[in-house]
């Protein structure tokens, strides 16, 4: 049996985290969840949004499920996600963007995997203020993270039978930074003939993106352009609502939607729960269950093309509970 740990989350958190349980068990999985509180409720109960029978929990499985969190916004305190993300050393983020067939959207056929730097670029924290009034951030890009970055954004190809890899970045104007990333990724792009390499301006690719995403496959870049960039992709396949993400190091995986908290829908039984569902079913895949994982995806795909019991976010009105339901019964026929 596996043992992974679960961070039900803030928001609408707690109801998708349910939905995606409930359709992991459905598709006959076993898991014992190692349940860890963290976020905006454990900051009540523990005085810290993240306690340490988290990283405990997370030191000991290596895999986790995690709902969004509540980061507040300038409060001083720094957002959990990437304190888990650099505490880990989950230096890959891996965002697939994928259409679904029967959604009335102006783009179809897109099928885009964003590979996204975790841990520095202007996400390192390095902040302060240089007078009262003029403030620095600090945007760090070394050789070691833009490789290690680059190769798996290439390992991720092959092993999946992709095309081709684009790099994306701003060395026009951060010659030295996002120059250091370009150089480092045409190096070992050498390495990988089979697999097709470019490079696209980040301003760019996201006019590229919103023209003919069709022409790109998988993606790779520094932190802050993969965090844009990803909600981009996510538009063109019908929002943030079916889109998940995995942060992926040497030591563990954590594995989550790429949205957030989704504040406005907590509680109503209103949130799409497809992107957890989705971001389950990478975990399962990362957990070699992948037959289980192709089954949700497959059964999530068939009920969205059937349209009649999806969230307002996806044109239909059922609600996360009722969507929840109709893809565990496709699951189990
Ligand atoms: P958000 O992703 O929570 O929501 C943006 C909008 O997207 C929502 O207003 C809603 O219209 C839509 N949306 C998102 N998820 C949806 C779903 N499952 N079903 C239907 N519609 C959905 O982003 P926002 O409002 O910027 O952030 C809210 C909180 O979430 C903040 O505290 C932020 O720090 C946190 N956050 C956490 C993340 C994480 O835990 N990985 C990632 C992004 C934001």
Redesign the pocket.
């Known amino acids: 049996m596996h043992t992974v740990t679960l961070i039900r989350?803030?928001?609408?958190g707690p109801e998708?985290a349910e939905a995606a349980l409930a359709v992991i068990d459905a598709a006959g999985v076993s898991i014992k969840w190692d349940e860890v509180e963290a976020g905006v409720n454990a900051v009540e109960k523990y005085n810290t949004p993240l306690p340490d029978q988290v990283i405990s929990s997370l030191n000991k499985t290596k895999v986790g499920l995690?709902?969004?969190?509540?980061?507040?916004?300038g409060s001083g305190i720094r957002?959990?996600?990437v304190e888990l993300r650099m505490k880990f050393d989950l230096f890959a983020n891996l965002r697939p963007a994928k259409s679904f067939p029967g959604l009335d959207l102006p783009y179809q056929d897109v099928d885009l995997v964003v590979v996204r730097e975790n841990t520095e670029d202007l996400y390192s924290g390095i902040e302060h203020m240089v007078t009262d009034t003029i403030s620095e951030s600090i945007k760090i890009i070394s050789r070691y993270a833009s490789e290690r970055i680059v190769r798996f954004a290439f390992d991720y190809a092959r092993d999946k039978g992709r095309k081709k890899v684009t790099a994306v970045h701003k060395a026009n104007i951060m010659k030295l930074s996002d120059g250091l990333f370009l150089d480092v990724a045409r190096e070992v792009a050498k390495e990988y003939p089979q697999i097709e390499f470019e490079d696209r301006i980040v301003d760019n690719m996201a006019m590229q993106l919103v023209l003919k995403p069709q022409q790109y496959d998988v993606m790779v870049m520094p932190n802050l352009y993969g965090d844009i960039l990803s909600d981009l992709c996510a538009g063109l396949v019908g929002?943030?609502?079916l889109v998940p993400?995995a942060n992926i190091g040497e030591n563990g995986a954590i594995f989550?939607?790429?949205?957030?908290?989704?504040?406005?829908?907590a509680g109503k039984n209103?949130?799409?729960?497809?992107?957890?569902i989705m971001a389950s079913a990478l975990m399962l895949e990362h957990i070699n269950e992948k037959e289980a994982a192709r089954r949700i995806e497959a059964a999530l795909t068939a009920l969205i093309k059937e349209g009649k019991h999806v969230?307002?976010?996806l044109g239909g009105s059922a609600g996360t509970k009722e969507m929840t339901k109709a893809l565990i019964d496709l699951l189990k026929n």
Do not use: F, R, W
């Not at 989550?256 to 829908?265: I, L, N, Q, T």
């Open positions: 989350g803030d928001g609408i998708i995690k709902a969004p969190l509540t980061t507040p916004v957002s959990i996600n929002g943030l609502g993400g989550e939607p790429v949205h957030g908290s989704a504040p406005k829908y209103q949130a799409n729960p497809g992107a957890m969230t307002p976010d």
